[in-house]
């Protein structure tokens, strides 16, 4: 079964740092992309890193420069160190893997169950 397990999410306040993990298991790692998004109440999820299995990265335009996303092929672990957290982070993060692209428009292939990151001002 395919899992992507998130952790590391918490209660920071505004200018804070957290580090998410995501543990993957259960399908080719090498073969996919790893993505994080994020989802606020009452908004879209949208999408604020990739890393590739080559080592590319993607960055949405409003965390980049704070975040940066990271991968331990050996564990099959991806990571995202979140700096400067704004209010407006405040959003379930979840991991998330596309064998083809990512991001994905027409949506990723796996999901995780989400982590909560909360950014008090």
């Known amino acids: 079964e395919v899992q992507l397990v998130e952790s590391g999410g918490g209660l920071v306040q505004a200018g804070g740092s957290l580090r998410l993990s995501c543990a993957a298991s259960?399908?080719?790692?090498?073969?996919?992309?790893i993505g994080w998004y994020r989802q606020a109440p009452g908004k879209e999820r949208e999408a604020i890193s990739c890393i590739l299995s080559d080592g590319r990265t993607y960055y949405a335009d409003f965390v980049k420069g704070r975040f940066t996303v990271s991968s331990d092929n050996a564990k099959n672990t991806v990571y995202l160190q979140m700096n400067s957290l704004k209010p407006e982070d405040t959003a379930v993060y979840y991991c998330?893997?596309?064998?083809?692209?990512?991001?994905?428009?027409?949506?990723?292939?796996?999901w995780g169950k989400g982590t909560l990151v909360t950014v008090s001002s």
């Open positions: 998330t893997a596309d064998g083809s692209v990512c991001p994905n428009p027409d949506g990723m292939d796996y």
């Open positions: 259960g399908f080719a790692f090498d073969d996919y992309a």
